[in-house]
């Protein structure tokens, strides 16, 4: 019993370790998991397992999957010119969850960051340097968080791919779809003015 309950004890302290995630939750999930054993806990051990084997990140953008290259960079369609820079996968996998963007993607693996000592070359700014030409890009969105490390990584790219005869772009910002103005921070509805348009 006494090995049972420190397995049990280790898998809660690894649970706890994932993000979004304490130990109470982590607890609770593991006592889920352990009710619903059959449902949930073997084929999650099992899926786990081969995952950990088979995950991989594409060579070309950094997106995870489980080939040398994803099913975005694979597919023939979506060469139409534009890449989607990102900062991690979440984001790409957020936008693609939209399913407006059409092009292909470029994840970063972070932003610069002063306080961090996070460079140029830390980042996959070099390779997405390279991309531009070999894929006849004519459009980059630089889909970075709109906080003051992404937009200083936005516009480190922008200045990096100056010259080189591409359209750069960022996302739009302001007011969320929903948003009451009431709710909105005193930097949303700043930039949100800035980006007005015509009605
Ligand atoms: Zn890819």
Known sequence: MGNATRDIENLIELMAKLPGLGPRSARRAVLHMIKKRALLMTPLADILSEVAV????????????TTDICE?????????????VVEDVADLWAMERAGVFKGRYHVLGGTLSALDAVGP???QIPKLRNRVAAEEIHEVI??????????????????ELAGSGVTITTLAQGVPIGGELDYLDDGTISAALKARKSI
Do not use: P, W
């Open 54 to 65: 088979t995950a991989r990140e594409c060579l070309n953008c950094g997106n995870v999957g």
């Open 72 to 84: 975005i960079c694979a597919a023939e369609k979506r060469a139409i010119g534009e890449i989607c």
């Open 121 to 123: 070359d830390d980042l």
């Open 142 to 159: 630089l889909a970075l968080n709109a906080t003051i490390d992404g937009q200083t990584t936005a516009h480190y790219i922008a200045d």
